[in-house]
């Protein structure tokens, strides 16, 4: 509900919204620019009396003097009968510059108040502001749950993409923007009658007046007793008329003074209402207040970004959750297929196994863990797949699973397995995947297969959890993933250089072009297509001609080295990899890239810390060669024998000449020294920890032991300092390609 109050209205008023954030953004200057040409003096040093003399010296037919928000002050006049107005110095009285209000303020103020549609506009501008109040309010609910409750508001958020960027920024933005929304809608609805009127009618004209001599206005007793920065607007009597008096306006009440006798006649304060509605304006314009004006003002820059992202989330989530076709009904599924989801990305994994075991000629019922029937008569396999939320809770649409598992009556016959999804960087990684799991057991069912657990969508891991269901069903099917299916590019191998066979572990850097175009001629520019942009630690997507999922290699390099490289250990009957060692410099292969923006290392000179065994040099060599301005960063590898396996050994040896890289530490497993990386983690302990505590970032590329190992060791490390691998992983510190 929350999210649908937050996504729709958004949606709509976006554009309006990005129309009144731009314009306001411009408006949020003007405070800040008056008050930087208005001369203002020291509080108690000039009055309103000591002023009006000194304009009416340069300005003898002064009219009116105005003070404005920002403290500029302004005079009216009448010169040869022609009216003027200037922007005077209080000190002197002396004109500064003739007034003449910005032509370009005035119509974006226009567009901003009314989108230039007089009344029918203001309305929309107020329903546009109360809208932005609306999604203030919803966002701040949901970056409440996204962050794990009020006290974590501040806390570094998690997550990546468009998604981060819009917590990141709304959080930022939020307090502003509410402010510029509340404001907005109060003065909209006051406009429209919606809230009582509070402007006030001034004093009634004074019944009698001295009518004597006018005095010399630098001498009115009542204009002496009121400071420069109280006034608002002083108009003069009409030249010959000895019953006007002057009508003062001054930031407290309205008053008139006789122009004879000085005398204050009438005077009135200003109500409540007309108080509060000042401060409502002030605090939405930043007239007065020329510092929030700018603070409102950055907040409102944030809107266009919002909108995008936050459209782009939307999108995504609506095209995730589109409806499944050839759903079969709960009476006649052979298999049930659950769903915990409260993004959607899961739903995009459970529609392709759904279209697989579809495709494989099973009945199939697919549905929200929400909607857990009491009974699936025919039903011999159950596959839940879920995500996790807040602090390792279900997601939306699985709020309601634990309690309906309890009226869930099932034979002995049906088998479970569950598929959780979630992210390593939150401290309960996949929890509520291993609740349900748990709940299931404890139900009496029995598992076709043990929970796994996939750690930020990998698209890979996916596909081997299939493989394993359908031998144990034994119905052949294979999964992919694709979320969004990329354009394929056609590559050619150029280079290779192989390592590890003496020790079985045959590895390959793998060095490829994009693909010449057949036939044309060399000497013509363009035969060769430009590679697209990726960088190093992205992901180059391969599906071998005999399987049908595509394998993910991390790249080690980036498009700017002219080449696109990934490191490739050969597995014992792997598919992928096999057809990727076969392949001879000419051979070419389709491939696709996914960005993986997660894994990088962070800007700045803060050290990097870069961990990685075997196969896992790939990506953290691409980092160092980028490293060109010699920022401090440090590789600890680990593989088998240096005489075998040593990968990049003669680029690392020139990286560390050339100050890319600034340490390097091997171990080698099956060498005399028998050592693994960890351990000469361990060895360098001091010089770790020490690095962790001026900020260094660690990442760990490798396989899934490996990293495990890598993690424990670091937690030995970091026991003396305040922080451990999951305070560094939810900072954005500690990040892992595992495979
Ligand atoms: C606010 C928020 C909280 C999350 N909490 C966890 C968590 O506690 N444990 C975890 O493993 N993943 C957590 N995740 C990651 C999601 O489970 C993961 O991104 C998952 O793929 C989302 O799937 P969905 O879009 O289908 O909900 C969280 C994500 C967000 C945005």
Known sequence: MLRQLHGLPGLLAALLLVTLAATGAVLALAPAMDRAAAVIPAAGEVSVAELAGRVVEHYPG?????????????????????????LVSPLTGEGIAPYEPSAFFTWVRDLHRSFLLDDAGRMLAGAVAAVMLLLCISGTLLLVRRSGGWTALLRPLPGSGGKRIHAELARFAVLGLLLSALTGSYMAAQRFGLLPETSQIGPAFPAEVAGGQPAPVATLSALSKVD?????????????????????????????????TGELL???????????????????????LWWLGLILGAAALTVPVLSITGITIWWQRHRASEQLPDNADVSQAEAVILVGSEGNTTWGFARALRASLHQAGLRVHCSEMNALADHYPQASMLLVLTSTYGNGDAPASARRFMARLSEFREGKALKYAVLGFGDR????????????????ARKGLSRLHSVELIDRCCASQFSEWGDRISELIRTPFSLTYDPLPSPTVKLELVERSDYGLAVQAPTSILRFEAA?????????????????????????????????????????????????????RKKPGGLCSGYLHDLKPGDRIDGFLRHNPDFRPAVGNTPVILIGAGAGIGPLTGFIRKNTKGNPMYLYWGGRNSQSDFLYQPELGRYLEDNRLTGLNTAFSRSDERAYVQDKLRQDEIAVRQMVRTGAQILVCGGRDMAEGVKQVIDEILKPLPVDVETLRAEGRYLEDVY
């Open 62 to 86: 002064t009219e009116q003097i105005v003070r404005g928000p920002s403290g500029g002050v302004i005079v009216y006049y009448s010169r040869d009968g022609q009216p003027g107005a200037d």
């Open 228 to 260: 420069l920065r109280e006034l608002r607007e002083l108009v003069f009597p009409y030249p010959d008329d000895p019953q006007d008096v002057y009508s003062l306006t001054t930031s407290d009440g309205f008053g008139f003074v006789d122009q004879a």
């Open 266 to 288: 009438k005077y009135q304060s200003r109500s409540e209402g007309s108080v509060i509605q000042q401060w409502i304006v002030s605090l939405h314009t930043g007239e007065g």
């Open 425 to 440: 960087q939150f401290p309960n990684f996949c929890q509520f995947a291993l609740d349900v799991d748990a709940a299931l």
């Open 516 to 568: 010449e175009q057949r036939g044309w001629p060399k000497f013509l520019p363009r035969a060769r297509k430009a590679l697209p942009s990726f960088e190093a630690g992205d992901l180059l997507g391969v599906i071998p001609p005999q399987g049908q999922a595509a394998r993910f290699y991390s790249l080690a390099s980036s498009s700017t080295d002219g080449v696109l490289e990934i490191c490739v």
